[in-house]
């Protein structure tokens, strides 16, 4: 087999590599068994409960059941034993993540300790996505009491799902840590990425009956609204892969032949995007929780504050500001707590590496801070109008089959399918140099 050198491999030569390289042709065969596992999971039904009058709740306002159940590729509205799916371990990741900058023990299992430290840092993990798991499915659990046809009683009805939902999330949770050992992509993204792209279908086939009408301002509007989602996925392509490359100095010893002093210069590379797809889950999450506690507890005041953030009420200004300025604000927040400019810093100084113009030290670090702020300011403003504006076209066309795959599912379709791409481009191009070396 003639393979190329000095390029990326081309898609005819992923294919090949695919089908002829033994080892990645199991972990591509492994990796879409066990997603298919994941599929089939969510379609086992937990037992005793009236899916009719659940899917009414849903229509009327569960719009963060709603909100989730994108991720679930439809589990939590089809009440399946996969309904939670990944969302525990993902969201037992983010708490860890987060108290990481505030517990030095879990910063210095992560940063001093090694492979070690790290795998005692993913075992807490799990732990916490086991608790995490049990709470949700607890919580979730109660929602659905009023929905119980079994002639069991309330507590017995709440166990029994509770335990049928976190042994299910922890299934999932184990099987996306196979994928990520023995398979291609990171496990859990790839659960998140097949769960939204399930729900795809649903969507077409409706935007396709709808077309079929043949109104004139009905195509108009299907035909804008995919003008934007495309628009928008080029966008978020340029913003996902878009870095500001800052100029470094790094000094090296010659051994080899003499003894000068020579500079190699490189760069220290800045995402334009670094908190990713998380400020809008998280902005997402905390401005649908008070229209799902409101239509639980039916508290008064919280209804009011309910009506003023619901995206389909006939003026969402309140809700477009709060909604605009929460992404922008975990969006900074987000980024200080993965992106540490002291630390970078530090690290740079104790390789020898400078930034030219710039004194190490504190002045390094203040600069980096200043460069991340204003790459920070840039993405956050991009994921605001990338979030808000699907939504607004969708309000204008009147073209609500793609409701709910936003900006979300579009930035995570995109930054998990490019991830993979070049998981499976670097084996290839190792196979590639394994090649030469034979």
């Known amino acids: 087999m003639l393979l190329s050198r000095g390029r990326n491999p081309s898609a005819s030569e992923v294919l090949s590599q695919v089908v002829h390289v033994k080892n990645l042709r199991d972990r591509v065969t492994a990796t879409l068994g066990l997603l298919l596992i994941i599929r089939l999971g969510i379609y086992i039904p937990v037992p005793g409960i009236d899916r009719v009058a659940f899917q009414s709740f849903l229509e009327q306002g569960g719009q963060l059941i709603g909100f989730l159940d994108i991720f679930t590729g439809g589990g939590l509205s089809t009440l399946g034993i996969f309904a939670l799916g990944i969302l525990p371990f993902i969201n037992a990741s983010i708490i860890i993540q987060l108290l990481t900058t505030v517990l030095p023990q879990l910063d210095d299992l992560q940063k001093n300790e090694g492979e070690a430290g790290r795998r005692r840092v993913t075992q807490i993990t799990r732990y916490l996505a086991f608790g995490w798991g049990l709470l949700q499915s607890t919580i979730f659990a109660f929602i659905l009491r009023p929905y119980a046809i079994s002639s069991l009683s309330q507590a017995t009805f709440i ?87 800052i100029p470094i100095i790094s000094a090296k010893r010659q051994v080899e ?95 020898g590496v400078a930034i030219p113009g710039v004194r190490p030290g504190s002045a390094t670090a203040d600069y980096i801070g200043t460069v991340q702020n204003r790459l920070t300011l840039l993405g956050g403003l991009f994921l605001g109008a990338v979030a808000i504006i699907p939504s607004a076209v969708e309000g204008a066309t009147q073209i609500r089959t793609f409701q709910g795959l936003g900006a979300t599912s579009l930035l995570i379709l995109v930054g998990v399918a490019i991830d993979t791409a070049k998981q499976v481009q670097t084996y290839v191009i190792s196979q590639r140099y394994e090649g030469m070396l034979k």
């Open 159 to 245: 166990i029994q799902t509770a335990l049928a939902l976190v042994t299910g999330s922890m299934i999932v949770m184990w099987i996306s840590e196979v994928i990520t050992e023995r398979g291609i992509g990171q496990g859990a993204s790839l659960v998140i990425f097949l769960n939204i792209v399930a729900t795809l279908p649903r969507a077409l086939g409706s935007t396709i009956e709808l077309a079929q009408t043949g109104d004139p301002r009905t195509v108009g509007g299907i035909l804008v609204l995919g003008l934007v989602f495309l628009i928008t996925i080029l966008g978020i392509i340029f913003v996902q892969e878009g870095s500001r490359r």
């Open 257 to 351: 032949r003499s003894n000068l002093l020579t500079s190699r210069q490189s760069y220290l590379p800045l995402k334009l995007n670094a908190g990713g797809v998380m400020p809008i889950i998280f902005a997402s999450a905390l401005v649908f929780l008070p229209l799902t506690i409101a239509n639980v507890t039916k508290i008064p005041w919280l209804i009011i504050v309910a009506s003023y953030l619901n995206p389909n009420s006939s003026s969402p200004w309140l809700y477009v500001l709060v909604f605009f300025s929460l992404i922008l604000g975990f969006s900074f927040f987000y980024t200080s707590l993965t992106i540490n400019p002291i630390d970078i810093a530090v690290n740079l100084k104790r390789g």
